[in-house]
């Protein structure tokens, strides 16, 4: 059997935003916490990175605790944050942490709350601020590009100039998938996503290293919810492919088809960059 090398962990469905480009509220629920089992169980079958992901995995008070066992299981681990509570809790979360990723979609308050909420701009600069401190952690921003921001990109670069000097800094263009809140408001096709995304990695050629995402795949992700329980997505929808803590119950067709997808998107990546 074959796991994914990287795999997401919604390590909470709880969030303190309600961002417009989510598709967290589509995730399915869990009964029972399990989440050092379940990263023990991750670890034995061969995967090598553990996304930490949600909801907001920062409102998880085990979050300390779980990222220790990852690293002492061998993983790397990968945060995904809003940022929100980040100032409070870096001390006891970073120092887990191999790599971390934040969401910013606006160069100001205004504009970054048009796709996330108001305040939430600040707290964003603020982490960057932190972690950048922290020299064995590699951050990016990971920008959502839609309606609201694909003319701004330029923008939002300016800001995070400032950040560009540090060689662990990458800045992410995201395609929105339209499982979120609002599609109608911010989805663009990808062919004006992939142009809109192209011009701004030359523009910034030699200044920030941008990278956008290929196209979106159905059964390219594994996701494990805290109760072991594992999905992947089919357009709007999770299927479940098994319980990690259950062999028995593994789907083995829907296994091999993740990574063979994923290996498809890793030979785009590869193309690109021989450019």
């Not at 090598?48 to 909801?55: A, E, S």
């Not at 299981?73 to 409070?88: E, I, K, R, S």
């Not at 964003?124 to 921003?141: G, H, M, R």
Request: hydrophobic share 35%; net charge negative; aromatic share 10%.
């Amino acid at each position: 059997m074959s796991f994914p090398n990287s795999v997401d962990y919604i390590v909470t469905r709880k969030c303190d935003m309600n961002c417009g480009v989510c598709w967290g509220s589509n995730m399915p629920d869990y009964k029972k916490d399990m989440p050092i089992d379940v990263i023990d169980a991750v670890t034995e079958n061969g995967v090598k990175q553990l996304v930490f992901t949600g909801g907001e995995p920062l409102l998880e008070d085990k979050l300390p605790d779980m990222l220790y066992r990852a690293k002492q299981d061998g993983l790397t681990t990968f945060l995904f944050t809003n940022t929100n509570l980040l100032g409070q809790r870096h001390k006891e979360i970073l120092p887990y942490v191999d790599k971390t990723s934040f969401s910013l979609d606006g160069y100001n308050d205004e504009t970054n709350a048009q796709a996330r909420k108001p305040g939430h701009f600040a707290n964003v600069l603020q982490a960057l601020d932190i972690t950048s401190k922290y020299p064995d952690i590699s951050f990016q921003v990971l920008t959502v590009v839609t309606k609201k921001n694909k003319d701004i990109l330029d923008d939002i670069g300016a800001v995070l100039k400032k950040y560009a000097d540090n060689p662990r800094f990458t800045w992410k263009l995201n395609y929105y998938q339209a499982i979120g809140r609002h599609p109608e408001k911010f989805r663009l096709d990808y062919e004006e996503f992939e142009t809109v995304a192209q011009k701004t990695v030359e523009r910034f050629a030699g200044v920030i290293p941008v990278r956008y995402s290929v196209p979106v795949h159905d059964i390219a992700y594994l996701f494990i919810m805290p109760d072991g329980n594992m999905y992947t997505t089919v357009g709007e929808d999770y299927v479940q492919a098994g319980n990690i803590l259950k062999p028995e119950t593994w789907n083995q067709n829907i296994l091999d088809e993740i990574n063979r997808n994923i290996a498809e998107r890793e030979k785009v990546i590869a193309g690109r960059m021989k450019r």
